[in-house]
């Protein structure tokens, strides 16, 4: 019976530790995601308004000589500034700060040790 009652006192005790890992890595996830929508948001509202006004003054400047062609060139521009960024946020999410890597480590020995 003191075995039994050790073992679960260990495994609470193992538990815990657990939660209160993956609490304190989940804060500085959460930290860092708030970061990353307040300055995404910020940026994105003012190239917007960028996008804007840069686009309607180059076609109105460059409109007598190219006609419809500067429409043409100004999407193909934006895409390749769209595929950019698509490509800049896929770097940061895939740099790992958003994901808990000790907890999870913890987590795979713990299963390997009970398993």
């Given at each position: 019976m003191a075995g039994v009652s050790g073992v679960t006192r260990n495994?609470?005790?193992l538990i815990v530790s657990r939660l209160e890992l993956a609490a304190l890595e989940l804060?500085?996830?959460r930290t860092s995601l708030l970061?990353?929508?307040l300055v995404g948001a910020i940026g994105?509202?003012?190239a917007l308004f960028?996008?804007?006004y840069v686009?309607?003054?180059i076609?109105?400047?460059s409109?007598?000589?190219l006609g419809w062609k500067i429409l043409l060139i100004m999407a193909l521009g934006f895409t390749a500034a769209t595929v950019a960024v698509v490509m800049y946020a896929r770097g940061l999410v895939s740099s790992g700060k958003l994901s808990m890597p000790a907890t999870l480590a913890e987590l795979g020995r713990d299963r390997d040790a009970l398993l």
């Open positions: 495994l609470f005790g804060s500085s996830v970061k990353l929508l994105l509202f003012s960028a996008f804007a686009t309607v003054l076609v109105y400047l409109w007598d000589a």
